[in-house]
């Protein structure tokens, strides 16, 4: 229906209307809004009875476990025990057969040992009855035990005196391998000085004989200054006496062979002077 043509009362009426309708569509929304929240409401209910009735048989029934954990455990524990306690027995009578067979041969060992040493109390019997000097079997064994501890000790000192004994071998070989040692080391040494002794000599008679040469050529050389020193001597007395000149009489060789230079140079000029004329 167009309203825009028709008069203000009736589009009132028509607005009116309208709103009726959709206050009607509304409250109808409402009424179903509600009733389906209702509905939820109530399968919310039943819900959380069902979700508490599902705890309760959740707990009922983990309690139930528990229960019967309790119990498994109780029964195993139980049984564990009694398998302890079987063990044990059973350790207990190994250990008690094997105590009664250790005992059984230590028994027999003792009844043999027993039937032995009847024949040792027949034989000490029978030294008490041929020695006066045994009344009772305990002397005996007194005597014994007696010996035997003297025989230990004198077993213990041998054994100390050979100890000592092979010490004393041992430092003994120790000083004779030392001495031996030293005396190797002096013999080298004698022959390492007996060497340098030897050197020594050729060193010395090489020595005397360079001396005997050095002796010999100052023995030569000597006679040679004295030949000389007595013919500068002669020559030097015989120009003295010839020249005209008063030399002074010199005892020294080279003095008296410059006098004698100068006579002779004197008398070559003289020489050459009588050549001239």
């Known amino acids: ?104 041969t230590r028994s027999e060992d003792a009844a043999e040992r027993l039937a032995r040493n009847v024949r040792y109390k027949e034989y000490l019997e029978s030294v008490i009855n041929a020695s006066p000097e045994y009344e009772e079997i305990p002397e005996i ?45 002096l013999n080298n040494e004698i022959a390492r000085l007996k060497i340098e002794l030897e050197r020594a000599s050729l060193r010395a008679a090489d020595a005397a004989r360079d001396r005997d040469v050095a002796l010999a050529v100052v023995g030569q050389k000597t006679l040679d200054h004295g030949q000389v020193c007595m013919a500068a001597d002669n020559i030097f007395i015989r120009c003295r006496r010839r020249s005209a000149v008063k030399y002074r009489a010199h005892t020294d060789p080279l003095e008296q062979l410059h006098v004698v230079g100068e006579f002779v140079s004197d008398m070559s000029e003289v020489v050459k002077l009588k050549d001239k004329r």
């Open 1 to 104: 229906m167009v309203i825009e043509h028709v008069a203000p009362a009736t589009r009132l009426l028509e607005k009116r209307r309208q709103m009726r309708e959709v206050q009607d569509a509304l409250e109808a929304t409402k009424r179903e809004f509600a009733l389906k929240e209702e509905g939820f409401k109530r399968r919310e209910e039943t819900i959380k009875n069902k979700d508490l009735d599902l705890q309760e048989s959740l707990v009922r029934f983990s309690k139930f476990l528990q229960e019967n954990d309790s119990k498994r455990t109780r029964a195993e524990r139980k049984a564990a025990d009694e398998i302890k306690i079987r063990l044990q027995k059973e350790v207990e009578i190994e250990e008690l057969t094997r105590a009664l067979a250790d005992l059984k």
């Open 141 to 185: 064994l007194l005597r014994h035990e007696t010996l035997a501890a003297t025989n230990a000790d004198l077993l213990a000192e041998d054994k100390r005196l050979s100890a000592r004994v092979e010490s004393e071998k041992a430092d003994l070989t120790a000083y004779s391998k030392r001495k031996q040692n030293e005396s190797l080391g």
